[in-house]
């Protein structure tokens, strides 16, 4: 059975290295023309003044954001113009190829712009893995057509002989381009033209259509440019003439023999030239059950009629469904609701995506970066929530991004895509090492180069919880990437035995080292703008497992539990961050480096906390980029709030595997500090830094989510080993003598004795509904890694030993019952009073079933930590000791 640590490892790796097919596009304007268009509308299809106010819509802002953590500048359109001018300069190709990475082909509509004006459609093979293809839009083949024969023909010639001529000259073409096989597919854009009710080939009147033809020839010829030439003054706008061009290559490629080559329809989401109403791929229905045999891909999905989309797509065998430019034109919750649309009714191998990116590379960027970081959002979503298992969920996204456009364009491409097992080599783990090694390597640096990486930081976290990290020049990361050998950092084995202060404690020797690997399924954008950070696991030099690593010890807890007879179990847990703001104190000569952070009447979710969010110099405003920020880490926030405390706030993270929850608990503690920094503010995770207001904790929510978790013979027996050995539990969870002030009864804070209430705030344990549990004593001190391996192996312990829950469901406040009343409920035991009598406690429980070389590792660290720096301190001086670090 898979651990839990290996959950979404497969997915992410497939929806990262998966090379896309870009299904529609258009090509890059030449360098001399790249001014003719306004950079601004890589995000919108607005138009002049209205252009101008979507710098002020979510698309826009995302997309600067997203650009600016590439080219590493401000987030703000100024700077994001300034320095990609500044990388056209520099060299135009390699700006583009950054942002043309991942893309294995791009089937380019090049009849939007007049020639000359933009590159070929060939052209952009330099900077994809296989050879661009083109696709023929239809009603430009036509006016070049008719431009053509208003140049040659003469006076005499009449009308209907010229007409004549169109006919047979246009399906001459569209024969020529079904033969082409540098042509896949064909465009129409009929949806501009009249709308996408196309009547029935019955019903046509030609003779309208011809008369729509002489009144465009007889408007004559405009000069476009001595590059370009001409071009018709009057478009081909009229529905009986354009209706008719698609109905004959339709039937051009009903009647051709071998594989059908698409067309693709724009329907939904253009510019003001279209009409809305008519957009509605709903219009064709008739025209696709006239021609069964012609492959038809509803572009755009349909937007916002991306359920008709879907419902064709479903319905008839010969439509297909494009998910294109929605990408990057809505926000990012829109497109996370267009794609759960489409999949609540269409088969994923319906399902193409494009960019639709025009004149400018970077709408390629960040167009691919949204649909990955889109799809891991979704099937992660439909993976957790068990409508999927991994395996499909990495089936679809690697149809959705290549395979279904693949055969339906019967492309041949460079990249083979690896199998599931082969995706399960990635990223490397001390249990699975690399294998084939350059292949991974390279899947590696593509996933840092979308990231826009200069630095990268591997990180890990001690014995004294605090974070630690080794900065890389990410230009290092790539010359070992790319040499086929794995990034590996060296510490000293010290380094997991030293105290806040570069101590060493007495057990252990300055001699030593371990070797700290990058596990590349933690990798994620930030703190800073291109910095990426991930987790380390440390190893033996022989590569062995190193058991003292805080990674490896919960790792091998979840794999424990995931193996253990009769029932291997599987856990999500959500963590929420209680954190306190405070201001940093412009007085250098006093003791105290931070003051409360001015407000003004902060209180519980009080609103008026959040009323100077936009201001600048705010804190607000730097917890709008924190958010962001979150956002662009895959961090899943459900929740932000302020809390009682002055300055206190509170993130809630989305449930998550262990080892991923921890790491993102981690993660955004590090984002939450980074930014509020860069803001001229503190975060501090002190569990109670003023005497008279609330502590700050570290709540973790958890479920058992293999098959019977629900089961209450099941968790009844875990949570009842939890709290049987909450008490040396607790040495973990409340890990400083800082965390003793905040275990306050009555307080909401999880009290002084060991109970369990059914949504009582007041018990340390409270069980919210089914086995999803909320433990309450755990602060923000603590390592995550050693607490949830010890709440795990105490809940394991329980279900083997099948422990009664003999402890009644306390609905009140243990402290203000009676004696009696709490011996009614079992309730006869208080937690340690302070961190030396937790750390016996841990001693003395032998039933733990704990790594011993880890906890003795720990009680060591714990006993100099005291002897050495805390118990020497005043209250005010501990207070002070712990705000500086935590």
Not at 463 to 492: D, M, N
Not at 494 to 503: C, R
Not at 522 to 528: E, M, V
Not at 769 to 791: C, M, Q, R, T
Request: charged content about 20%.
């Amino acid at each position: 059975m898979a651990s839990a640590y290996d959950d979404f490892t497969s997915l992410n790796a497939a929806i990262d290295s998966t090379p896309l097919i870009d299904n529609h596009a258009h090509p890059l304007l030449t360098p001399e023309n790249a001014g003719t268009r306004p950079l601004l509308s890589i995000a919108s299809e607005a138009g002049g003044n209205a252009l101008e106010d979507s710098k002020a819509s979510l698309a826009h802002i995302r997309a600067v954001k997203q650009l600016a953590e590439v080219l590493g500048c401000e987030q703000t359109w100024e700077a994001v113009v300034a320095n990609i001018e500044r990388k056209r300069l520099e060299s135009r190709d390699g700006w583009t190829r950054r942002c043309l990475e991942g893309i294995e082909t791009i089937l380019v509509d090049d009849g939007l712009d007049v020639s000359g004006r933009v590159e070929s459609y060939d052209w952009h093979s330099n900077f994809t893995k296989s050879k661009c293809k083109r696709i023929v839009r239809i009603e430009t083949v036509a006016s070049d057509i008719i431009a053509r024969l208003c140049t040659s023909s003469s006076a005499s010639k009449t009308a209907s002989a010229t007409w004549s001529d169109f006919v047979e000259e246009f399906v001459d073409e569209i024969g020529r381009c079904i033969a082409d096989p540098e042509v896949v597919g064909f465009k129409s854009i009929i949806c501009y033209r009249g709308g996408l009710d196309i009547p029935s080939s019955e019903a046509h009147a030609v003779p309208e259509a011809e008369e729509a033809f002489v009144e465009i020839v007889g408007a004559g010829l405009r000069v476009d440019s001595p590059v370009s030439g001409y071009s018709l003054k009057k478009r081909l706008e009229h529905s009986p003439l354009n209706s008719l061009i698609v109905h004959w290559l339709a039937m051009a490629i009903r009647d051709t023999r071998g594989p059908k080559k698409p067309i693709q329809f724009h329907t939904g989401l253009g510019d003001t030239d279209i009409i809305l109403t008519k957009s509605s791929p709903s219009h064709l229905q008739t025209f696709i059950e006239e021609y069964p045999e012609v492959p038809i891909i509803l572009l755009h999905a349909g937007y916002p009629w991306t359920r008709e989309t879907a419902y064709l797509a479903t319905m008839y065998p010969n439509v297909y469904a494009d998910i294109g430019e929605v990408f990057p034109y809505i926000s990012r919750q829109g497109q996370e609701g267009i794609l759960k649309q489409m999949l609540e009714l269409c088969p994923w191998t319906k399902i193409l995506c494009s960019t639709d990116a025009h004149g400018f590379p970077e709408m390629y960027l960040i167009a691919t970066t949204q649909i990955r970081s889109v799809l891991k959002t979704v099937l992660g979503d439909l993976v957790r929530t068990r409508q999927l298992d991994e395996k499909q969920a990495v089936q679809l996204a690697q149809a959705v991004l290549h395979t279904n456009s693949k055969r339906i364009y019967n492309l041949e491409t460079e990249s083979t895509l690896p199998s599931f097992e082969q995706l399960g080599a990635f990223p490397y783990t001390p249990t699975a090492p690399l294998r084939g090694s350059s292949n991974t390597n390279q899947v590696i640096i593509q996933k840092l180069q979308s990231l826009g990486a200069k630095y990268l930081r591997v990180c890990w976290h001690d014995y004294t919880s605090s974070a630690k990290c080794r900065l890389l020049p990410i230009k290092q990361v790539y010359k070992t990437l790319s040499s086929g050998k794995p990034v590996t950092v060296s510490v000293a084995k010290a380094g997991l035995g030293l105290l806040q202060t570069d101590l060493m404690i007495p057990q252990i020797n300055a001699s030593g080292t371990f070797v700290l690997r990058p596990d590349w399924s933690s990798l994620k954008p930030g703190p800073a703008a291109g910095h990426v950070s991930c987790f380390g696991d440390f190893t033996n030099l022989d590569g062995s497992d190193a058991m003292l690593c805080p990674r490896t010890v919960l790792r091998k807890t979840v794999e424990r539990a995931a193996a253990a007879a009769p029932r291997g179990l599987t856990f999500l847990l959500g963590f929420e961050v209680e954190f306190v703001v405070m201001e940093r104190n412009p007085d250098a000569a006093s003791p105290d480096k931070y003051l409360t952070l001015r407000g003004d009447g902060h209180a519980w979710s009080a609103a008026r906390a959040l009323a100077d969010w936009g201001r600048g110099g705010s804190f607000g405003t730097a917890a709008d980029e924190a958010l962001d920020s979150l956002d662009a880490a895959g961090i899943e926030v459900e929740q932000f709030h302020p809390e009682s405390a002055a300055g206190q706030f509170e993130l809630v993270l989305s449930p998550l595997p262990p080892l991923e929850a921890c790491d993102a608990l981690l993660q955004a503690r590090q984002i939450l500090e980074s930014v509020a920094a860069r803001h001229g503010f503190r975060v501090t995770l002190h569990p109670k830094p003023f005497a008279r207001s609330c502590g700050s904790a570290s709540h973790m929510h958890m479920s058992i989510s293999s098959p019977g978790g629900d089961d209450p013979t099941v968790y009844e027996h875990f949570y009842a080993g939890v709290l049987t050995h909450l008490r040396a539990v607790l040495a973990f969870a409340y890990s400083s003598p800082a965390s003793y002030a905040r275990m306050l009864d009555s307080a909401w804070a999880g009290g002084r004795w060991i109970a369990w209430g059914t949504q009582n705030k007041e018990a340390p344990l409270r069980k919210v509904a089914g086995s999803h549990w909320e433990v309450k004593v755990i602060d923000g001190l603590a390592n995550p890694y050693f607490v949830v391996a010890a709440i795990l192996t105490a809940g394991m312990d329980g279900i083997e030993k099948e422990t009664p829950l003999a402890w009644g469901d306390c609905l009140g406040d243990p402290a203000r019952m009676s004696p009696e009343e709490r011996r009614e409920l079992g309730i006869d035991t208080m937690f340690p009073a302070d961190l030396r009598e937790a750390l016996k406690a841990l001693v003395d429980d032998k039933e733990l079933d704990l790594n011993g070389e880890f906890v003795q590792r720990y009680i060591d660290i714990k006993n100099a930590e005291l002897e050495f720096l805390l118990d020497p301190l005043s209250p005010e001086d501990l207070r002070r000791w712990v705000l500086e670090r935590y």
